[in-house]
């Protein structure tokens, strides 16, 4: 028992000793040969217990100087710095723009023109989650778990939920043809977009007097 605990001991030390070696080795290296830009981001640690902007500063100043468009679009970098921020929270977290929040109000507010099916990304593709009654959707016969594969002809391979929404809804009175799957099976379906009213809950008393709330 003596002998495997030292074993155990002398194993530990090893690869604690090796770790230490290689990330002293690499730190030497990156010190020795990168610009000091990059030194400034590698060997930056954030304080704990508060946020701070210095390494979105720094990262900034490098793109300014070192990026091959010398003009980057500091709004898309803002935004995309706060997204990556509140997505760091937990998957239920997202950040808006100004046209993501007027969707969603449009949508709080019960009303937008669309086809009436609510969608989900898994496993890389979109599919359908949901058809809301009396609307196009499901005058089409779609049903959840159907795959869009294209939207107007246009393949939704790397599309967000968020993107799909924004290609599927349009003007009241337009068309979309949307390229589907059920079952390993192809097939297209032409909807007409109309304006969709979201219900908040749906109701309905079965015959032993038992009321079911559904909540959309």
Known sequence: MRMLRARNVAT???V???AFYLGGLAEFQWGAFAPSWVQTLLLYRPPQGHLDT???NEEFRAIQQHYVNPSPDALKLSQGAASGMV???DRFSRFETSQDYAQSQSFLQGSFAGVGASVLQKDDQIQIAGVLPRTP???AGLKAGDLILTVDG???KGWTEDQTVQRVRGKAGTHVVLGLERDS??????LVREVIQV???GTHVFANRILYVHVF
């Not at 099976?185 to 032409?190: A, D, E, G």
């Open 154 to 156: 246009q393949s939704t």
């Open 54 to 56: 210095n390494l979105l």
């Open 185 to 190: 099976k192809p097939f297209q379906v032409n």
């Open 16 to 18: 604690a000793v090796g």
């Open 87 to 89: 997505a760091a929270l």
């Open 137 to 139: 959707a499901e005058r």
């Open 199 to 201: 219900p908040s809950v």
């Open 12 to 14: 530990l030390l090893l």
